[in-house]
């Protein structure tokens, strides 16, 4: 029994993988937010509570999203297989299951921000392609071995009986053997020989065969999820129309990296952040691929006059260049979760100065393509500071995980409440009308960076020789900027690290100490000061509300 059991448990679980494979590749062609994974996904990221995405966060950092499918899928694999099993002990029962899940799931796509008309359709056929599949292998499911009895000889005087075969009764519910006579010298299912007139034997399907199928089916279904991966990849033609995009010159260029901005130390934090390595947080499971042909902003709520542009309108304006450091409110004390760019956009406060907010308003709700919401506070936008719309992102296109075509860019303010990715809405209203998705869910409205220091050289838990060498750091404090760094080795007295030239206030500033380290075991810490006068505070707070707080402190293990 426990034999079959796990092989009806296979055939849950690769019926389960088929279906899922066409489905995400039926998205991928017409509809790429509206796979099965990306509606629960997306679901379970919005009825998630606030401690739940934190911890998330802070376990995997930049690889939430795919610790996420990675229990999404074992979940799916689990109900599969007891669909698997249902369905082997009463029928129709597993093939039930598989239906209503598509039709669950797909109706779930109909809430979706990013529904359109055929959401649903990816999902409901994946529910009936692994309805269909699990029939298929219900119906070459092995029956148990067959045990073929002949009775004994009678001898009669008159009258001889020929042997008859017995098969053993079938369990309740399995489906009936048919019997199959065999010609003489034919092989039975047992691979032997009989004669005319000998027992009859009856074939059942083999668990070979059927595993053989089960094992097809999988394949087919992952075959198809990759598939999927690689439509959504390159068959779009919004990748192509990226590629030809050429960036306008700025009219207002950015600021020129003074001479000795980058230390030359090894293993320091590179001064500008490549695209590939600049950390990503948000909530799309899937990244939204918005044609800049399509795309439109409007700007609307408490203004005198609303406004809607294209993208051929927006790149007519002229543009601003800045270097900014943007940091996710999640960051850890020491955490990596912020990143230096060089970037390019139109400044929000002159769309603002055209839509001419009212007196009274003092927040603009921002809003993506995929529905996630920011609430910014209406200064951060007009004051001096380089905020943007921006389309570029170190001299190239957005990519496609950093916003393409059009995102929020705002110097000082942690990502939750401005960096709004994909962005098509600007609604000018109030902090008193209006909550945004983080602050919905306990976090702070307005979110200013906190001052923030981070060593980088030596790697804390590494072992290291004695003898001169060097402690090197980050320091951030966007739109007020770090005017020192100070280094505490054990228990002795703060030191002054020297401080690389800074692009700019908005953006991070390297800094460096040199050490000549003692044999044993030594703990380092830094802190920041500010333009302003701040001192970086040692008090330790977790992200949440508002940003951590905290000294860097590292553990250093110095050898011979």
């Not at 995400?24 to 739940?52: N, Y």
């Not at 799931?105 to 359709?121: C, F, K, N, P, Y």
């Not at 399509?294 to 790149?315: F, P, Q, T, Y």
């Not at 393509?369 to 719309?389: Q, S």
Request: proline share 8%.
């Amino acid at each position: 029994m426990n034999g079959r059991r796990a092989l009806a448990a296979i055939a849950g679980v690769s019926a389960a993988l088929l279906g899922v494979g066409a489905g995400e590749l039926a998205a991928a062609l017409v509809a790429p937010a509206s796979g099965p994974f990306a509606v629960i996904g997306g679901t379970l990221i919005d009825a998630a509570p606030a401690w739940a995405k934190d911890t998330a966060i802070a376990w995997f950092g930049t690889s939430d999203k795919a610790a996420l499918l990675t229990g999404i899928a074992v979940a799916l694999l689990v109900v599969s297989a007891v669909a698997g099993l249902c369905e082997a002990r009463w029928r129709r029962t597993g093939i039930v299951a598989f239906i209503a899940m598509g039709l669950a799931v797909g109706g779930l796509s109909l809430t979706r921000a990013e529904a359109t008309e055929i959401s649903w359709a990816p999902s409901l056929l994946a529910g009936f392609a692994a309805a269909g599949a699990l029939r298929l292998l219900r119906d070459r499911f092995p029956e148990p071995a067959p045990i073929t009895q002949a009775e004994p000889h009678r001898s009669e005087p008159h009258r001889s009986e020929p042997h008859r075969a017995e098969p053993l009764r079938a369990e309740p519910g399995s489906r009936p053997a048919t019997p199959q006579p065999t010609s003489a010298g034919e092989p039975t299912s047992a691979g032997e020989s009989t004669s005319a007139g000998e027992p009859v034997r009856i074939l059942v399907p083999s668990r070979r065969r059927f595993l053989a199928w089960a094992g097809g089916t999988a394949a087919l279904g992952i075959a198809l999820a990759i598939a999927s991966t690689a439509a959504r990849a390159g068959s779009t033609a919004v990748a192509n129309v990226r590629k030809a995009i050429r960036l306008p010159r700025p009219a207002t260029p950015g600021p020129a990296i003074p001479a000795g901005a980058e230390l030359d130390v090894p293993g320091i934090t590179k001064l500008i952040t490549p695209n590939s390595e600049f950390y990503r947080i948000d909530t799309a499971l899937v990244v939204p691929t918005v044609d800049p042909a399509s795309w439109k902003l409007r700007i609307h709520g408490m203004v005198e006059r609303e406004i809607e542009l294209s993208w051929d309108e927006l790149l007519r304006l002229p543009m601003t260049e800045t270097t900014a450091t943007l940091s996710c409110v999640s960051n850890e004390v020491g955490g990596d979760l912020v990143g230096n760019a060089v970037w390019l956009g139109v400044p929000i406060r002159e769309l603002l100065a055209r839509a001419k907010p009212s007196s009274s308003a003092d927040m603009v709700l921002s809003t993506s393509v995929d529905g996630f919401t920011a609430g910014t506070p209406l200064e951060t936008l007009t004051d001096d500071r380089d905020a943007l719309l921006a389309i570029g992102m170190n001299g190239e296109p957005l990519p496609f995980e950093h916003g393409f075509p059009v995102r929020m860019v705002v110097p000082g303010l942690y990502g939750y409440v401005s960096a709004t990715k994909w962005v098509t809405d600007l609604e000018v209203t109030r902090f008193d009308r209006a909550t945004a998705y983080w602050t919905d869910r306990g976090w702070s409205a307005r979110g200013p960076i906190k001052l923030e220091s981070r060593i980088d050289v030596p790697r804390a838990g590494r072992a290291l020789a004695a003898g001169e060498t060097a402690i090197a750091g980050i320091a951030w404090q966007p739109h007020v900027g770090v005017a020192a760094v100070e280094v505490r080795i054990d228990d002795g007295p703060w030191r002054r690290a020297t401080l690389a030239p800074a692009i700019s206030d908005d953006t991070w500033v390297q800094w460096s100490m040199p050490w000549t380290a003692d044999t044993g075991q030594h703990e380092i810490r830094c802190r920041a000061i500010a333009r302003d006068g701040t001192v970086q505070t040692g008090e330790v707070a977790p992200p949440a509300p508002d940003g951590a707080t905290g000294w860097h402190t590292i553990p250093v293990t110095v050898g011979n």
